[in-house]
């Protein structure tokens, strides 16, 4: 399945296109809910303001984008800001150096890893896609996906496997292609 | 060229998990509610009464002008009034 590009994507928002905001908002969501939980330990009603107040600005500053390939920094930079503000608004005491900035860093390198993964899950097929993601991200069991697909429980061990062999070998070929050792001279 | 087992796979996947349905609702409705937001803005500028009474309880008169006050959207004309 072909994923639009983030600059393409970036471009349909600025134009008002309510569609693509759409998709903007789903491609980022969970980014951006990683961001303010696991970088930030910020939770319940505090991670959820954070979580609209990040997609507000990114709203609102659309236009100020330098480029628009460079979109998911920007998020995870809005992100930063608007939990460090909430935890410094929590804690007045709370001493600029107390922020977890390394912890910060740590997370967006793993998440942006993360984030591959999942435009390489949107690549396989949608029902490979849904079982992988209800089980690794939704943690549901074998009986809930079942009931969900349609599928009896004890099939979904062996798609899982499967689709998820599926998925190392999207991550290897694109890893390969990207890789300029892997570029054959002739 | 990094190489991924399948239990990096996993935990790659479980590092990205799904967000609340309504979060993820309300920041996509923003666009929405934007249009509606405008004319309350521009009644603000015009009408000082409007203006205070909206700066007292924002919720209330969202309501009032029948638009939903979710998160996002009291942030968003909070802000745009305080420019």
């Known amino acids: ?186 | 060229m990094t190489r991924y087992d399948e239990e990096r796979i996993a935990g790659l996947l479980r590092a990205l998990p799904a967000v609340p349905q309504g979060w993820v609702q309300a920041a996509q409705e923003l666009p929405l509610a934007r249009y509606e937001l405008d004319s309350i803005v521009e009644r603000a500028a015009r009408d000082a009464a409007f203006r205070d009474a909206l700066l007292a309880d924002l919720e209330a008169a969202l309501r009032a002008e029948g638009v939903e006050p979710s998160t996002p959207v009291v942030a968003h004309l909070r802000r745009r009034l305080e420019q």
Not at chain 1, 66 to 88: E, F, G, K, N, T
Not at chain 1, 107 to 122: K, N, P, S
Not at chain 1, 154 to 172: F, N, P, Q, V
Request: with cysteine; charged share 35%; aromatic share 6%.
């Open chain 1, 1 to 186: 399945m072909a994923v639009t590009p983030d600059a393409e994507l970036v471009a349909r928002c600025r134009e008002g296109d309510a569609e693509a905001w759409h998709e903007l908002v789903d491609r980022f969501s969970r980014y951006v809910f990683a961001i303010v939980g696991q970088g930030y330990g910020l939770r319940g009603d505090d991670a959820e303001d954070v979580f609209q107040e990040v997609f507000s600005r990114v709203f609102e500053r659309l236009d100020t984008l330098r480029s628009d390939d460079a979109v998911r920094p920007w998020i995870a930079q809005l992100a930063r800001r608007c939990a460090v503000d909430r935890l410094r608004s929590a804690s007045r005491e709370l001493p600029v150096e107390d922020v977890p900035e390394e912890r910060y860093e740590e997370t967006i390198a793993l998440l942006d890893e993360a984030m591959a993964v999942r435009e390489a899950l949107a690549e396989l097929t949608p029902e490979c896609a849904e079982i992988l993601d209800r089980f690794f991200a939704r943690d549901e069991s074998y009986r809930t996906i079942g009931e969900a697909l349609d599928l009896p429980a004890g099939t979904i061990a062996s798609r899982i496997s499967r689709c998820l062999a599926k998925l190392r070998e999207r991550l290897e070929g694109r890893n390969r292609s990207s890789d300029p050792s892997s570029v054959r001279v002739t």
